[in-house]
């Protein structure tokens, strides 16, 4: 049996479209977890992550064919996995969560922090615990359209204009979102209304 | 004091800004202490967002994804579509030009008519009249001499098979047989696979 860690992307995608879709499991467990992080920043819910993350690597299956293997396969598979998300906060029509002390229990927010470090003092662990809840929570709160800006700027480190080309808007929206979306989420972490 | 705008601030943080603005702006910088506060306080979010850990991922998505393709049709891989060959441009640009040459083609029996129809043609009152007279006859005697030197390629046009058929028709015929040329070579509908494609997104 073929060994598929050994493998690049290119390779793999190869065997895929020789008829090797066994070859293709290698690739999502290269990139599950990036995938479903970014869907998870998005969405803020364990499952919906999953089921979108699994919803991202199944269509992007279907579109190997025309994916171009020169380029690399983890940014384009964390872009499908954005806009899909994307497309289901838009078809849900998902009101942004009001960031408010005590709002952890929101349908929106149903997520479990982890601990940011095991090894640290209680009293650190909590307050690192807290600020990311906070800046999840700030995030969640923020349009989906600027959640999908700020998640490929500060987490797929995408330039403007990649941005716009994978959100299908303008480079001066690009601009105005986020530009925006950093205020909101100062406010929000700064505890101003 | 003219403080920095907000964009100008995200700009800057994002080496986004062209070299003189961001050397304007970092001048300012130096010496204006609100500007320089908005900026950390900017930089902080920016090490915020940073330092926030990647969620652990619940369960493995391999083995649900390998089962759903497993009913999904195998993905063909596109065939790039070759670049238009420049003698195949060239083969079409010439069979336009020639197209177009036998839709205007005057034909033999069409000379006549031009010639005298050009003699006819009323002379403007000109300070000289008989040296514009002497050039308009040299001019209509090339012209006749051209043509005359073309009417053997017609002539051989009409002694072919397809004698039957007129200069536009001729032109038709050239612009389909290019066509299906064309065509046969997939140089037109052959599939593409470009080497940046905006459409690869699944979603």
Known sequence: MESWAALADRQLITRVLNGQPEAYGELVRRYQAAVYNAAYRLVGNQQDALDLAQEAFVRAYSALGSFDTARPFGPWINRV?????????????????????????????????????????????????????????????????????????????????????????????????LFRARRLLRERLEGRP | M??????????????????????????????????QAELDALRDLFATLAALPPAPLPADLAAPVLQRIASTPAPIQRQARPAAHPYAIAALAAQVVLAGLLLAWPGSALVGVATTTLAALPQPA?????????????????????????????????????????????????????????LGNRWIIAGSSEPHNTKQEAA
């Open chain 1, 81 to 177: 996995a954005v806009n899909i998300a994307l497309n289901w906060l838009q078809r849900r029509r998902v009101p942004t969560v009001p960031l408010a002390r005590g709002q952890a229990s929101a349908p929106e927010a149903n997520t479990e922090w982890q601990l940011a470090d095991d090894s640290a003092e209680p009293e650190r662990v909590y307050l690192a615990s807290e600020q990311q809840a906070q800046l999840r929570m700030a995030i969640l709160a923020l349009p989906p359209h600027y959640r999908a800006v700020v998640e490929l700027r500060h987490f797929q480190d995408r330039s403007y204009e990649e941005i716009a080309e994978a959100l299908g808007i303008s480079l001066s929206d690009v601009k105005s979102h």
């Open chain 2, 126 to 182: 000109l300070p000289d009249p008989s040296a514009m007279l002497s050039w308009l006859d040299g001019w209509l005697s090339s012209f006749v001499a051209i043509v005359s030197r073309l009417a053997p390629a017609e002539d051989a046009l009409r002694a072919s098979p397809l004698a039957g058929l007129s200069p536009a028709q001729w032109a038709i015929v050239l612009v389909v047989v290019g066509l299906v040329w064309l």
């Open chain 2, 2 to 35: 003219n403080h920095l705008t907000i964009e100008t601030l995200n700009l800057f943080l994002d080496q986004a800004l062209d070299t003189p603005t961001r050397a304007a702006a970092e001048s300012h910088l130096a010496t204006c202490e609100v500007c």
